[in-house]
């Protein structure tokens, strides 16, 4: 008898496919539904950009995007 035991093998290989279907499922569905909500979050009737400050003094508008992050500079 190995250190997992009779049932722990089986067990752990179905955790870990379980896992791995809950993983490959929240992917999908994130990149599915990114353009929608990214058109929602971006909308300027919704949110106006926020500024900061940089090193050298231009201003930067931090945009959100859920597929990719991107920051675009404001002179």
Known sequence: MDKFGTLGRPLLL???????MI??????VA??????ASMRIHSPN????????GEA????SLSLYLRE???REYY
């Not at 993983?23 to 999908?28: A, E, K, P, Q, S």
Request: proline share 6%; glycine share 6%.
């Open 14 to 20: 179905l955790l870990l496919l379980m896992m791995m």
């Open 23 to 28: 993983g490959i499922t929240t992917v999908l």
């Open 31 to 36: 990149s599915t539904s990114a353009p929608l």
């Open 46 to 53: 919704i949110l106006q950009p926020h500024y900061f400050r």
């Open 57 to 60: 003094g231009k201003k930067f």
């Open 69 to 71: 992050n991107s920051l």
